[in-house]
Nanobody, 129 residues
Framework: DMRMAVSGGRSVQAGGSLTLSCTPS????????VGWYRQAPGSECELVST?????????RDSVKGRFSISQDPTKNTNTLYLQMTNLKPEDTGMYYC?????????????????????WGQGTQVTVSS
């Protein structure tokens, strides 16, 4: 059974920090591009950050300088992290991790979830002002 467990979301005040974790089971992210998506109620889903097999990292403009994507190679399955600092209310949403060869932009979340090879369940991040 190959899946990804996501954790770390909670409610924080603006300016606070959180680290989200995405732990694969039954496979390792060593072999895949990985990334984080989010969706706020009533809003479109967004690609937040990716790290690719060739080392390229992507951050959407609104999180540059505040979020950092990383992997822990000391863990067998190469857990994926999203470190978030200086959080803002607009960062509120359900955060998901994903792994595949290629991490596309998100237009429709259900369609994306059907396409992506490995998809972690969401963890809620709520930032209050």
């Amino acid at each position: 059974d190959m899946r990804m467990a996501v954790s770390g979301g909670r409610s924080v005040q603006a300016g606070g920090s959180l680290t989200l974790s995405c732990t694969p089971s039954g496979f390792t992210t060593d072999d895949w591009d990985v990334g984080w998506y989010r969706q706020a109620p009533g809003s479109e889903c967004e690609l937040v950050s990716t790290t690719m097999l060739d080392g390229y990292k992507f951050y959407r403009d609104s999180v540059k300088g505040r979020f950092s994507i990383s992997q822990d190679p000391t863990k067998n399955t190469n857990t994926l992290y999203l470190q978030m600092t200086n959080l803002k209310p607009e960062d509120t949403g359900m955060y998901y991790c994903a792994a595949d060869l290629g991490i596309p932009y998100c237009r429709d979340l259900p369609e994306l979830r059907a396409r992506i090879k490995f998809w972690g369940q969401g963890t809620q991040v709520t930032v209050s002002s």
